[in-house]
């Protein structure tokens, strides 16, 4: 909204209201707004938001459902109307054709999904969509979103099943005010929306109040007291600063300083990779109050922080330097057209000397040519969803020079396909006047921490400590030192557990479930009571399990109310397999099996893919010493589930406890070989393998530990059964190795002092 509406004429007299009492703000509609703000609700109609869910009408509805066809792996899905409505007859859950009628449509381009009712209030995302570009870009078809797999009636991601439901995947981001409502008992829906669209209020917070003061100031009556003209959050920059560039700077600078947190937390509720606890949203309050972004990890990201997931942008742009020099969302984009303000590399040079930076001696490329377009080498763009390009909103300097080492792409060799990477940087150094030392990349300790090297801890402690690096860099690498017995911890984290980021406390939180009791008390206790809900959920966990004479009876009381909110953050994703695997986890803490067992049992039953299930209640069944159905729940995960690995290796674990090793070696060794990168697997499967000799477990563990060389378990084990084995000189190798990674180790001194009498 703008920040000076046009109203009715003012009366002459104007009076001054003090701290008008204003009700809790509630949601008005979009017709309230446009009275007062027609420019901007102008620019809205027709954008991405305007259209992202509609009702099913003639002018909506982008697909032929002209008795059209698509043939997908054997199953032809037609499209047709009836009676002046839409449907479409395809394979439903059971693989059986059925006919289902469209209800609303889903996006607009460059594709259009369609949804569809079932009952108990859920609605699924058809997966079969129209790619709305024109015809001559290759659209005007029907297409599949996964079209090289064979997605059948039984898999994880047919449209039928819980990755394809719209209640709570994609609802959210696609209407104002959506509530989910599920109810686990009833296993239903009652999912409401104030507009089915993204209106005014999905970004400004619920507007009663606003009209109010505006309705006042019409009056001639002044508001005091009050900030924000009666909404909870402004989300420009109420001083009106610019971005200057003088005559002779390469970089604009803001005239006046701005938080930027506000618009930006505002966006990334919608445009991040996260994991949704609550729809208790409060515009203006921090975005891990209800939502959890995901950090940069190997699944979504490129080691050097890349985009290969479907990521939203937002944990991409906080990489940035344009994040860290103070650049918002808006500084680009039309916030209500969402168009960008400038086309080509003028939006950039806004801020950045087009003097210097659109020069041929800058971008190396012929000019008006696709190499000399900021974008193409700062923003290279990934397709998701088959014909969606996005860029990577980390606006990088490419470095050819680390794709082989971290195996991710860059932007010279997206364009110069048939050249090597070497090629690609060899050309950035003859450019740079033959110079061929880079500065070293957070993504190479990333990458190495991923891959176990010894004292990978070293950097990532230096990386966690360098506030130049963003807080989503350095949480990240908080995360990864949980594989590490890093010596100088509690200094570490007396120095970042009450980092202004919350990011990075909420990974401080998250490790501490790692360390000793005092160590526990002393830093998640005072991270109980953090501003932030996210925060306090985590070192609530953190000290789930903490002896109650450790704590104060203030801090006992905090980490209930923790719990209580960790408790109902599950319950809100009850509808997930996850969010049932996590209750499960929680009431087994609680010593409640019958509770554990039905959530684990319910998220099998929703997400048979979901191999953590499995493992959980198969672990709930060892406690009870319920061995066979543990066996037999295993069985059953490694027919149903997508991932064996950890279903193996806890098979395995069943056989040693019965002393079945030969079948115990058998499923160890199947867990290592699906997933050889787990250290953890290499190190049971080591041990387990002692029962053949230690000759065998020797053997084996050695080439584990070339491929894991910071893994403490596999080195000290080495070191033990080269002492067992007789082997001084080799035991004595292997516990100096431990002890330069770890010099408190324990054991390895121990060791030590024996070999050395």
């Known amino acids: 909204m703008s920040s000076t509406p046009k109203l009715k004429e003012q009366t002459q007299q104007s009076s001054k209201i003090s701290n008008p009492q204003l009700s809790e703000a509630e949601y008005v509609g979009r017709q309230q707004c446009v009275s007062c703000h027609p420019q901007q609700v102008e620019q809205w109609r027709g954008s991405h938001h305007d259209l992202a869910m509609q009702e099913v009408t003639d002018q909506t509805v982008l697909g032929d459902f002209d008795n059209s066809t698509f043939t997908y792996y054997g199953v032809t899905s037609t499209f047709y109307k009836k009676e002046g409505k839409l449907y ?3 394979d439903n859950a ?31 995302m058809l997966n079969v969509a129209w790619d709305s570009r024109a015809r001559e870009e290759g659209g005007q078809r029907w297409f599949h979103l996964y079209p090289n797999e064979n997605v059948d009636h039984s898999d994880a991601l047919h449209w039928t099943g819980v990755f394809q439901n719209w209640n709570n995947m994609c609802a959210e981001c696609h209407s104002t005010e959506l509530k989910k409502n599920y109810d686990y008992e009833k296993d239903t829906y009652s999912t409401t929306w104030f507009e089915i669209n993204v209106s005014c209020e999905a970004c400004h917070g619920p507007a009663s109040n606003h009209v109010q003061w505006a309705q006042d100031v019409a009056k001639g009556e002044q508001w005091e007291g009050i900030k924000n003209k009666g909404l909870l959050v402004t989300l420009g920059d109420a001083q009106n600063g610019q971005w200057q560039l003088g005559e002779a700077q390469q970089h604009a600078s803001r005239s006046v300083a701005f938080d930027t947190s506000k618009q930006l937390q505002t966006c990334a509720r919608c445009h991040s990779r996260r994991a949704v606890f609550s729809d208790d949203y409060r515009h203006g309050r921090p975005l891990m109050d209800t939502h959890m972004p995901a950090l940069l990890t190997e699944e979504l990201y ?186 100088r911890i509690e200094q570490l984290l007396d120095q970042v557990y009450q980092d202004p980021d919350s990011l990075i406390r909420n990974a401080v939180a998250e490790y501490l479930e790692t360390v000793d009791p005092s160590m526990r008390v002393k830093h998640a206790g005072a991270l109980l009571n953090d501003p932030v809900r996210a925060v306090r959920m985590s070192a609530a966990r953190a000290l789930m399990e903490t002896p109650a004479n450790l704590l104060s009876r203030e801090q006992q009381k905090a980490v209930q109310q923790g719990i209580n909110e960790y408790l109902s953050a599950q319950q809100y994703n009850a509808d997930r397999p996850e969010g049932r695997t996590n209750l499960g986890s929680f009431y087994m803490t609680l010593n409640s099996p019958d509770k554990a ?31 066979q159905d543990g066996e037999a729940i295993l069985r059953l995960g490694l027919q149903q589930s997508d991932n064996t690995a950890p279903i193996h290796h806890a098979l395995g674990l069943l056989f040693v406890r019965q002393q079945k090793l030969d079948a115990a070696l058998a499923e160890l060794k199947q867990a290592v070989e699906q997933a050889p990168d787990q250290s953890r697997y290499a190190y049971v499967y080591g041990v387990a393998l002692q029962s053949k000799g230690y000759d065998a477990a020797i053997n084996y563990l050695e080439k584990a530990s ?52």
């Not at 971008?363 to 290279?380: D, L, R, T, V, Y």
């Not at 039953?605 to 209640?617: E, F, I, R, S, T």
């Not at 007789?726 to 390895?748: C, F, I, T, W």
């Open 94 to 124: 059971q693989g059986q054709l059925q006919d289902f009628e469209i209800k609303y449509t889903f996006g607009v381009t460059p594709l259009q999904q369609y949804l569809i009712e079932f009952p108990r209030g859920r609605m699924q």
């Open 302 to 487: 490129y080691s050097d922080g890349q985009i290969k997931d479907e990521v939203y942008v937002y944990a991409s742009f906080i990489q940035s330097k344009m994040y860290q020099a103070g650049v918002i969302c808006s500084d680009c984009h039309n916030p209500h057209s969402l168009q960008l303000k400038v086309q080509g590399n003028g939006l950039c040079t806004q801020c950045h000397s087009a003097k210097t930076f659109e020069a041929q001696s800058h971008h190396h490329h012929p000019e008006k040519s696709s190499g000399a377009q900021c974008i193409n080498c700062h923003m290279p763009q990934t397709k998701y969803m088959v014909v969606d390009p996005r860029a990577d909103h980390s606006m990088r300097i490419p470095r050819p020079d680390l794709s082989d080492e971290l195996h991710s792409p860059n932007a010279c060799n997206m364009c110069h396909t048939k050249k090597s990477n070497s090629w690609a940087a060899q050309a950035i150094v003859q450019w740079q006047g033959g110079q061929q030392s880079q500065p070293k990349h957070y993504g190479q300790i990333l990458h190495a921490a991923r891959a176990g090297q010894p004292q990978a801890d070293i950097e990532l402690a230096q990386l966690i400590l360098d506030t130049n690096q963003t807080g989503i860099v350095r949480a990240t690498a908080m995360s990864l030192l949980r594989d590490y017995a890093y010596p």
């Open 88 to 90: 479409v007859k395809t």
């Open 597 to 627: 067992e039905g959530y684990f049992k319910a998220a099998i039953d929703l997400g048979p893919a979901l191999a953590q299930a499995y493992v959980n209640l198969a672990d709930l069944y060892r406690v009870q010493q319920r061995e």
């Open 706 to 757: 070339q491929r894991h060389p910071g893994d403490l378990n596999i080195l000290f084990t080495l070191a033990s059964y080269h002492y067992e084995n007789d082997n001084p000189s080799a035991a004595m190798e292997y516990a100096e190795k431990v002890l330069v990674l770890a010099p408190q180790h324990r054991g390895a001194r121990q060791l030590m002092m024996i070999l050395n009498r």
